[in-house]
């Protein structure tokens, strides 16, 4: 006999509790209260800074977390699941202590600024630290996702591959790549959308200097401290880019298994 309450009831509390936030963000702005936002001078260069450094950070983790990714979906051993853990620290420690963290490292004392500063970088407190702090915290959600998506992929496709004459660079951009792309697309957006919102490493690594390393979180932050409403303004544009992405992303996975499976 069926049950006369849907188990969907008992998802309505999390439902509430992740919904509430954002409608409260929308019901809260207006018109104006947009117009207002794109027009103050923080909006445009907080706007700029964010999408492309967080466009480099997302190129930087796929680039870099591709490899990792496969290597760790193929492996059992202890150290695949060391590496596991590793790659999940970030999520876990709160972003001030990445910063820090960062700060450490990179700080003319620090174990590579010192070499880094002997050629003439700086990183601290420019647009690459900015960058740095994203892909730190970023980097776990591709890498976890791409993850996933290349276990999915069955080892016999592989077989079949080599053995129909295509090397292990052709097996893995004809067969493996195009199998795991839910995973790849879904993780590049979760970490560019992470990386558009990262705010406590940034702030302590990076700084808050307007037109050079101030983020969208940042300037939201700053504009909290004089004027809600363009506060509010700033937040409503950022959670839409990222909604807009995540969106984005899970209309292409289909398209991209149509298309393969035509």
């Known amino acids: 006999m069926k049950s006369r309450f849907p188990t969907v009831l008992f998802a ?9 936030p954002l409608l409260a963000l929308l019901m809260s702005s207006s018109p104006a209260t947009l117009i207002e936002g794109v027009q103050h001078p923080l909006f445009w260069d907080a706007l700029l800074l964010s ?25 059992t051993t202890r150290l695949s699941r060391a590496l596991q853990q590793l790659v999940l620290v970030p999520i876990v420690l709160p972003p001030a202590v990445v910063g820090i963290a960062l700060l450490q490292a990179f700080t003319p004392t620090g174990w590579l600024g010192g070499v880094l500063m002997s050629i003439g970088v700086q990183v601290p407190f420019t647009p690459l630290a900015v960058v740095l702090a994203q892909t730190v915290i970023s980097a776990p959600f591709y890498i976890q996702s791409a993850t996933v998506g290349f276990r999915r992929v069955d080892p016999q496709y ?35 959308a992470r990386a558009m919102g990262e705010f406590g ?62």
């Open 158 to 192: 592989i077989v079949v591959a080599e053995t129909l004459g295509l090397s292990k660079s052709e097996t893995l951009r004809r067969v493996v790549v195009p199998l795991a792309l839910p995973g790849l697309v879904s993780g590049a957006a979760l970490a560019w």
């Open 51 to 75: 999408l492309w450094t967080a466009t480099v950070s997302m190129a930087l983790v796929v680039l870099l977390g591709t490899p990792l990714s496969l290597w760790m979906s193929r492996r």
């Open 201 to 262: 490493a940034t702030l302590l690594f990076a700084g808050n200097l307007p037109g050079t390393t101030q983020t969208m979180p940042l300037a939201i932050y700053m504009a909290l401290e004089n004027n809600i409403r363009v506060s509010i303004a700033l937040a409503v544009f950022l959670a839409a880019a990222c909604v807009l992405v995540l969106g984005l992303a899970q209309w292409l996975i289909p398209l991209s298994q149509r298309q393969r499976g035509a």
């Open 12 to 20: 309505v509390p999390m439902i509430l509790i992740l919904a509430l």
